[in-house]
């Protein structure tokens, strides 16, 4: 989509109730065949979600045709299909800070609320509200990332990533069991990970377990990784290490898988 202007009819169940489902993707070196793209991973992803809504796929050729179009111009797509088969792509810039938050790392705020919950978090459907509104709060506490928690308090993933925890040589990530969306980087990392003989852990992330941990990050596919050096949880506040030499080996493994 090369317009800034939209135009759909009142009433499209995509409009109405969020019934799309989409994903967002970075293209490196302009060329959706590039293996940290994973075009086809993204592509399997979506086509799970339609799947399992019973909605029909879309060209996907037609798809692939509108993606290339748009990578000659923007680093990074959003590639949303509607219940009809229909297919929206937009294209945009990196975040503006992205370099320093990969240095120097961020702030995390915890939505300790379930007003923030993901609604079904196997999916990346267009119902982001819960997440949107999550990361609004983050932003008014001076944050730049929310923490989704379930009822017991366990840390479940970020409003827009998978998170990642160090202890004691081990990392750790949350489980998909636990409700959160099975990301396209999550897997390669856990994959890449895997071949380098260091497997995470996918044990739920309680209190005990997040104490432990000195360095803490988050990751996607467009920001990779970014360290988190300080989490806001009501009144207290917890700084981690951001260390680079961690970030440096999250980084590594994901860049290391090539399917």
């Known amino acids: 989509m090369l317009s800034d202007t939209l135009a759909l009819p009142y009433q499209d169940p995509g409009l109405l109730f969020g019934a ?26 979506l086509a799970r979600s339609l799947q399992a809504f019973q909605w029909p796929e879309p ?24 219940p009809d088969g229909r297919e929206l792509i937009v294209g945009r810039s990196l975040p503006a800070h992205l370099k320093t938050w990969q240095t120097t790392g961020i702030t995390a705020w915890v939505a300790d609320s379930a007003d923030y ?18 990361l ?20 479940l993933e970020t409003s827009t990533g998978n998170l990642w925890g160090w202890a004691d040589g081990q990392w750790y990530t949350p489980p998909l069991a636990g409700g959160i969306l099975p990301g396209t980087l999550r897997s390669r990392l856990i994959q890449g990970l895997q071949g380098h003989h260091q497997a995470p852990d996918t044990g ?15 990751t996607n596919s467009v920001i990779e990784v970014i360290p988190i050096h300080t989490v ?11 260390e680079k030499g961690k970030t440096q080996q999250l980084t590594k493994a994901w860049q290391t898988v090539t399917a």
Request: aromatic share 14%; proline share 4%.
């Open 59 to 82: 060209d996907w050729q037609r798809v692939q045709q509108g993606a290339e179009q748009l990578i000659q111009h923007y680093p990074v797509l959003r590639v949303t299909i509607f």
């Open 232 to 242: 806001l949880q009501g009144t207290a506040s917890v700084n981690y290490n951001p």
């Open 136 to 155: 609004q709060a983050a932003h008014r506490a001076n944050a730049q990332a929310a923490i989704l928690v379930n009822r017991y308090g366990h840390w």
């Open 117 to 134: 919950q993901r609604s079904l978090p196997g999916h990346k459907t267009g119902n982001y509200l819960g997440c949107w509104l999550a």
């Open 20 to 45: 799309t489902v989409f994903t967002t993707l970075r293209v490196y070196e302009h060329h959706l065949g590039h293996p940290w793209t994973a075009w086809d991973a993204h592509q399997q992803r």
């Open 204 to 218: 739920a992330w309680d209190a005990d377990r997040i104490a432990q941990f000195t360095y803490l990050a988050y």
